[in-house]
């Protein structure tokens, strides 16, 4: 997008918003006393910053903190993106030659990483990419593993390769913005998930998560199956249902030792989302990193107070990546603690693991050690699979703890009278076909609640 068409674009979403989404967006951004003057007066100052003609604001931590600090994401992302425009086409007016001698500028955003002792920003524009990032500018901008950035890169006459020479945004805010005294994940204050998650179409095995294993932001949640039992296609309605029903919170899919194809098909499926993805023929330690780095990239969202979904397959093929490079003996304290960095957190934000777990004897080592790390469980079913009943829930041996809690008084009853059914007057095909002709789950709560 042209940087005219983004300002115009920019400038109309402002003016369609109320005085106080506008005040919030100029406090995201840094404009100077925020809270004061007109709405009109507001957005020409929003647009300086857009243009680069007004320097935002660095948090001073004076002052009342802000009753509220919900604003449009996408627009703040949009004004700083116009910003590095402007750099950029500011840039190129300065420049009065190129030639061998002149360094040259570009831009570009990406997640910071550290690997093997060296600081990088890694960009994923169909494969990755990664530039090297000065140790001065980690500490000037305080920057962690995991924070999604937008740089300024440059190559000089006697370097073949460009890196990172400044930061203009750090988590899509100004990079002023980002200091020290940002929340830092390891401080926030765990909390029992209970706000949970309700589907609200009529997809079938969103259906049976509703009455059998009710899900919550910050649960771990497992899907367990043998092979060809459909946990692939379980993340996807999931990724689905919960972009439609939750289209502000963040979804980050983590496909480790996958098909490529599987991979393309999710990212034609879902375009919108973040994506940390190895394929089966890349070395076992870049699985081993993209692991750890899409849990980072995913604790500096929920330090900024989102809730975060991390849609993992799978966490089988992760194991045996770490027995593969030779990391036996930190596998399972590592896989332990990227599961249990999921949480409800009482400062604002979660972080919700959905993961798959295979139940093949070649994989029985990280199904038993990882099993028990689940609050929640999906377990599908080889025997429904093999009769090609899908979706191929093992709705007797799937549930959630605490489920008496987050289900309401009739979906509770109506669970547990279908429990009670199984086996004897209705068997787990029939209320598998019975959630797959229903549109949603009103209809079934009614029927079985008493």
């Not at 093997?116 to 890694?122: C, E, P, R």
């Not at 999710?266 to 973040?274: H, I, Y």
């Not at 093949?360 to 009943?389: G, H, P, Q, T, W």
Request: aromatic content about 8%.
């Amino acid at each position: 997008m042209r940087e005219d068409v983004l300002l115009n674009s920019i400038k109309r979403r402002l003016y369609d918003m109320s005085i106080f989404d506008v005040r919030q967006v100029a406090r995201a951004v840094g404009v100077p006393r925020a809270t004061e003057g007109k709405k009109e007066d507001t957005i020409a100052n929003i647009l300086g910053i857009a243009t680069g003609e007004i320097t935002p604001l660095k948090p001073n931590g004076r002052g009342a903190p802000p009753k509220s600090v919900i604003c449009d994401e996408q627009l703040v992302s949009d004004i700083l993106r116009c910003r590095m425009f402007s750099f950029q086409s500011a840039d190129k007016k300065l420049k009065t030659s190129v030639g061998d001698g002149s360094d040259s500028e570009s831009y570009a955003e990406g997640i910071i990483a550290y690997i093997g002792g060296i600081w990088y920003m890694l960009c994923f524009d169909g494969a990755e990419v990664r530039y090297e990032v000065d140790n001065q500018l980690i500490s000037r901008y305080c920057l962690n593993e995991g924070d999604c950035v937008l740089a300024i890169l440059i190559k000089s006459n006697n370097s073949k390769e460009m890196s990172v020479c400044g930061i203009i945004a750090v988590n899509g805010e100004p990079s002023e913005n980002h200091t020290d005294k940002n929340v830092k994940f390891e401080k926030l204050t765990r909390a029992i998930p209970r706000r949970r998650i309700k589907f609200n179409g009529g997809n079938a095995v969103c259906g049976i998560i509703n009455i059998f294993s009710p899900l919550a932001f910050g649960q771990r949640a497992m899907v367990s199956a043998p092979s060809k039992t459909g946990k692939t296609t379980v993340l996807k309605h999931l990724a689905r249902e919960i972009a439609r029903d939750y289209p502000e919170t963040e979804i980050v899919l983590m496909l480790l030792n996958e098909q490529p194809e599987i991979i393309e098909e999710f990212k034609n499926l879902f375009p919108n989302l973040k994506y940390f993805c190895t394929t089966f023929e890349k070395h076992c330690l870049q699985t081993v990193s993209t692991a750890h780095l899409a849990v980072e990239y995913a604790k500096r969202r929920v330090e900024a107070g989102k809730n975060v979904i991390i849609l993992a397959d799978g966490i089988s093929r992760l194991y045996r990546s770490y027995l593969s490079a030779g990391k036996k003996t930190v596998a399972v304290s590592e896989i332990t603690a990227m599961l249990y960095s999921a949480s409800d957190y009482r400062e604002g934000g979660s972080l919700t693991f959905i993961y798959t777990l295979s139940e093949e004897s070649y994989d029985s080592d990280a199904y038993r050690l990882f099993a028990d790390c689940a609050n929640m469980r999906l377990k599908l079913s080889s025997v429904l699979s093999s009769r090609r009943i899908y979706p191929s829930v093992n709705i007797a041996e799937s549930g959630a703890d605490r489920e008496e809690e987050l289900l309401g008084a009739d979906e509770y009853k109506a669970a547990v009278n279908l429990r009670l059914k199984l086996g004897s007057a209705v068997n787990e095909a029939e209320i598998i076909e019975m959630f797959k002709e229903s549109d949603g789950t009103d209809k079934i709560i009614e029927r079985f609640k008493d």
